[in-house]
Every structure is written in C-alpha cells, then in structure tokens.
C-alpha cells in the first residue's frame, strides 16, 4: 500500500509516520509538508530511510496531482493548527485549511483515490461546564475561532465531495492530543519547556475551561482502525474519555516536574476561548472496536514530560521566539 501523508512533519502526522513504519511493513509512505515553522525534520528522525519527504504545498495542484494519482490512500494532517495564531492572522488558516483540503479532493476525485480528512473537535463550539452532553457525530457544527471554522469548512467540503462526487472518504474530529513532537506553542509543551527554563507556567484566564485529553499514538491508531475499517462517507468522533480542566494540568505538571503546585500566573485570556470540549467516542469503539491503550491521563504527562526533558535539541530552536510572540499580546494578570 502507497499512502501519502500530507502534514507528516508535523505533530500528529510525524507520529503517525513513526507508527506506520514500526507496525506496518508493508505500506510505503511519503510525506507532503510545507515546512512552515510548524514542520520539522528533526520530527523524522529515526524513520528517514523508510519514508520519502516531498517539500510543498497542499494548495498547490501541481504538486498534490501527481503524488495523489501515485498512491493507494492519502491521509490529511496538514493545516494551520494553533488557535492563537488564527486570532492574530486568519489568512493562511483559510488558505491552508479550506483551499488545501480542496485541492486535495479535486486530485483524489479524479485519480479514485481514498481519502482520511483529520479533523478535531472544534468544529462543534464549546459546552457549559455544567453541561452533562458530549460531542457525538450528530452535534450540529457551531465553531468559534477562524482556526475552527476553517476545519469546519473543509469538513463540510469533505461531505459534499462524498455526496455529489462519491469521493471515497472518511472523517474523524478527535480532541485535544498530547505526546512527543508537539509544538511548544500549544498549552502541554509550552508549560513543560517553561518549567525546564525555571519560568512559571501560564494559565490563560481562569484555568477552568476543560479539554478532552488523548495520548497522540492513540489518536493515530484510531485513524488506521478508520482507514482499515471505517465505513466509506462517514464521521467518527475519537476521544478517550480524558476531560481536564486546564489548572489541573498545570499544577500535575509542576508536581510531576518536582515543584510547588501553586507555582503558575494567571494570564490574559484567549478572546473568544471555548469553555469546554468533551467527546462521545461510542460510535468508534462499538461499531470499529478501537478502544485507547493509555490507562490515565497523568502516566501519559509523565512520558511526555520525559520526552521534553531528553529532547531539548528537538524544541529549543522553536522555544525563544514562541514566547516572544506571546509577550506581546500576553500580560500576568493574577
Ligand atoms: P501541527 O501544526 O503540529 O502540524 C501541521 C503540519 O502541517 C506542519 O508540519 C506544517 O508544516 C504542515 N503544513 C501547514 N500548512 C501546510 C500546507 N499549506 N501544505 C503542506 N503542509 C502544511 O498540527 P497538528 O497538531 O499535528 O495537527 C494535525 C492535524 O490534526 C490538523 O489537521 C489539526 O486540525 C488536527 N487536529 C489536531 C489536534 C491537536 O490537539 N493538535 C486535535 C484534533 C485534530
Ligand atoms: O499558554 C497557554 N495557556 C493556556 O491556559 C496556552 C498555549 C493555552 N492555554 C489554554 C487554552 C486552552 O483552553 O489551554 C487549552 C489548550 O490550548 P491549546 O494547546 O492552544 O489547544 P486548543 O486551543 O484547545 O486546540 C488544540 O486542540 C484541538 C489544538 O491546538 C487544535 O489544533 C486542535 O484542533
């Protein structure tokens, strides 16, 4: 099997890659990624012999055409992934997210290509705190940030490709991912790198809004149970039952990392901050028999939190100028 990956020098799609190429021997992979500054070689380390890394862009149909009509499946990780950033500069969000995804389904339209569109919870909004409901494949979509509504729309492009086209697709919304190869723009490795450095971690807000933790590894082999056996067209939520509130996370990692608790600071909040996201994977482990391999959340920081600490030369080049970015629009409120 030929897949291309489209993404795979980044987060999740690197780690998709290590995956692929440690259980499945039998299937060929290249990577299509732009290398903005959220792509990393160094993320293919240890696998470069085994997977051919293609420098372009998912936009571009010159590129995209003949990789697609080469390949057996094609997997689409790419995007512009940081809420932040969406808030600060919502073009390459549109352009990446809506016109790549696009141009990927015209291509796999016209070469009968199989197609995974990686997605996220985000695309349904946010729920209450006290609200009982969960995100399941029927939640109306309802998104809050230029970040969300772009996946928003390149999912809906997805459905009416399948309906109009009969694109051979799948989609899967997964919620919040932690591991190794994160960028130390998100919430996780910032605060890690930060302990590292000796600065307080920073709480946006009140540090009540809740996120649905999943172990990457376990989000990427729910995208191959889906590839394997998903039912053509349709849409899988994939969650692990890991709802946390973001003051909690921060005072497990400075207990994990050996310091006081209470260690953090209260900092501007993020405009337009989603309260809560919680995911209802039941379609996924009943109808696809994926279940998560983590056992808990905290043992899943704990690795992570070793990985950061043995795998400075992978994120110190990133980590100055991410914090310099943010100093400019954050301040220590509390
Ligand atoms: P990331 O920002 O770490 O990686 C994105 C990768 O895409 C980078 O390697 C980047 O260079 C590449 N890229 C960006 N624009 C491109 C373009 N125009 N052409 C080709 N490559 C381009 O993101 P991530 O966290 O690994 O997210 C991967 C996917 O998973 C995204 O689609 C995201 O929406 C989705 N998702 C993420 C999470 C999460 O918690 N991180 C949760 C659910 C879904
Ligand atoms: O320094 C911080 N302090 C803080 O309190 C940062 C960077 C974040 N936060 C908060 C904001 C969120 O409530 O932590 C939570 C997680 O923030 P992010 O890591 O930015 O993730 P989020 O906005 O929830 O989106 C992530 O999950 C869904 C990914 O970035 C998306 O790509 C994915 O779709």
């Not at 030929?2 to 993404?7: A, H, K, N, S």
């Not at 996120?211 to 067209?233: P, S, Y």
Request: charged share 25%; aromatic share 8%; glycine share 8%.
């Amino acid at each position: 099997m030929r897949i291309l990956v489209t993404g795979g020098a980044g987060f999740i799609g690197s780690n998709f890659v290590h995956l692929t190429v440690a259980t499945r021997p039998d299937v060929e992979v290249t990577v299509l990624d732009a290398m903005t500054y959220a792509g990393s070689r160094a993320s293919l380390a240890g696998v470069d012999d085994r997977v051919r890394l293609v420098e372009g862009d998912v936009a571009d149909a010159s590129v995209v055409d003949p990789l697609v009509r080469e390949s057996d499946a094609v997997v689409h990780f790419a995007a512009e992934s940081h809420n932040d950033n969406s808030l600060d500069d919502p073009w390459p969000f549109v352009q990446t997210n809506l016109v790549g995804t696009f141009t990927l389904l015209e291509a796999v339209r016209r070469h009968d290509v199989r197609y995974h569109h990686i997605s996220t919870d985000e695309v349904y909004g946010d729920l209450e705190l006290d609200d009982p409901a969960r995100f399941t494949e029927t939640t109306p979509y309802n998104p809050s940030s230029p970040y969300s509504s772009t996946k928003a729309g390149s999912d809906l492009l997805v459905r009416a490709w399948v309906r109009s086209f009969g694109v051979a697709a799948t989609i899967s919304n997964c919620s919040n991912n932690y591991g190794p190869r994160q960028h130390v723009e998100k919430f996780i490795p910032r605060q890690i790198t930060n302990v590292i450095d000796g600065v307080r971690p920073k709480l946006y807000g009140d540090g009540l809004n809740v996120r649905d933790w999943i172990h990457v590894d376990d989000h990427n082999r729910a995208v191959w149970t889906i590839i394997d056996r998903g039912a053509i067209g349709e849409t899988y939520l994939i969650g692990a039952d890991g709802e946390v509130d973001n003051k909690t996370v921060v005072r497990d990692i400075l207990e994990l990392m050996g310091r006081g608790a209470d260690d953090y600071d209260h900092v501007t909040d993020r405009p337009g901050h989603d309260r809560r996201y919680a995911i209802d994977s039941t379609r996924l482990r009943t109808e696809l028999g994926w279940t998560p391999e983590f056992g808990s959340f905290r043992d899943g920081l704990a690795a992570t939190i070793e990985w950061y600490r043995d795998n400075e030369d992978w994120w110190r080049p990133m980590k100055a100028a991410t914090e310099e970015k943010y100093a400019a629009t954050q301040t220590v409120v509390a």
